[in-house]
DNA sequence: TTTTAAATCAGTCGCTTGACTTAAGTATGG
DNA sequence: CCATACTTAAGTCAAGCGACTGATTTAAAA
């Protein structure tokens, strides 16, 4: 009974050394250049194959990484969801899209790299593919979007996905650059998270609200 | 005097098949994913020794590769800063942003790869510096960057420089998705690069001009 | 206690890597 | 017409790769 548990708790342990491991070497170098030997090492595992043996290939590996990080976003965007409520403004609708990723940034132990993981991973066609199913399986974001939707001024849809699209690239990768300056120890233009997402919740309501050009 | 050209056009054709094979395979799989070898193979060569015979370090490729389309772009750029003057309107120095780049894209024999090679490229901190050093040499991006400050409304210091890392992130991954979805043959909110270039700008300018939440 | 199975370790397999060396081919300049 | 210098070809080398195998440890179940 509790005795599974304990063996449970051995792999449980190897399974997370082996997913920061892979996480932060995955962010620093890309996912394909980096063996499965050297996250096994990393890991301080002696078994060049423990990869294989917990997540089997390297997408399932992926997939796990990205998992682990879309549930702890989730918990803070519901939470997000409830203060939003019923809200007309589209800022609102935006912060609930914003602010729950970099307050998961802000909460993870410093050095971060799950924002450069993530960038690295959507660059590749077939990984791509995992993190956007991680992503959609969330009803929090589902609701979000939609809520959002209702709000937003009516717009050509070619130029809806358009800035859907626009306002993804720009969550993402300016949270990774910011990351990686953190990491750098350079300089960023914001002190904190907190301030980082205001910034960047200002940048893309400007963007939906902007007017077409036909 | 005319014979040295015959021995030196040989090597150029070798070079530009390397140029052009490794800009490929860069962009699909990533700058160090991909070996040395992989690079000559595909360019035909059958000495696997080509590319260090030819540019020395994978930099120094990832740099000729970079510099050629550059020197394109400031052509380009060029002619629209003629056409922009003197204009005291946001939009005009947004687009002479962003047009050079796309007009660059368009150009280009289909399929291309040069977008998304840049976003590969970025993401790697040591390459990125190779690439932000062929960009700043740019005279033409230099009075743009200009021309684009004056008649830019008064914004804090911080606030400037982090749109304008969202104003790159924007060309960069907009250009780099709108590449993949066209060499994947998957659907594009727009029809043409000259298309996609105007709602980009519609964007951007809406992202510089954003309320600013102190 | 003994048995069983999960988890880890240790090592092998054929293959590819970057760095390097050697040889062959070829237009040029003497 | 030959020697030279530049370019391409071909092959070697140790190191590292993923995939696989069998042995060992360890806690659970019998």
Not at 41 to 69: C, P
Not at 70 to 75: F, Y
């Amino acid at each position: 009974m509790a005795g599974r548990a304990v063996r449970q708790e051995r792999a449980d342990a190897t399974r997370g050394a082996i997913l920061a491991a892979a996480e932060r070497l995955f962010a620093e170098r890309g996912v394909y250049a980096v063996s499965n030997r050297q996250v096994s090492e990393a890991a301080g595992q002696g078994n060049n194959a423990a990869v294989g043996y917990h997540f089997g290939t390297k997408a399932d590996l992926v997939r796990a990484i990205a998992r682990q990080h879309a549930e702890q976003v989730e918990r803070l965007r519901l939470r997000m969801l409830g203060e939003v409520g019923d809200s007309t403004d589209v800022r609102d609708w935006v912060a609930a899209l914003v602010r729950p990723v970099l307050e998961h940034l802000a909460e993870l132990p410093s050095p971060t790299w799950y924002a450069r993981f993530c960038a690295q991973v959507m660059t590749d066609p077939a990984l791509h593919e995992i993190m956007t199913d991680e992503s959609l399986a969330s009803p929090a974001l589902r609701r979000t979007v939609e809520g959002f939707n209702r709000c937003l001024p009516e717009l050509p849809i070619e130029v809806h996905i358009e800035r859907g699209a626009m306002a993804r690239h720009l969550i993402l990768h300016m949270c990774a650059e910011r990351e990686r300056a953190l990491a750098e120890n350079t300089a960023t233009p914001r002190s904190s998270w907190h301030d980082a997402a205001t910034g960047l919740i200002d940048g893309i309501v400007g963007l939906w609200l902007a007017p077409v050009t036909r």
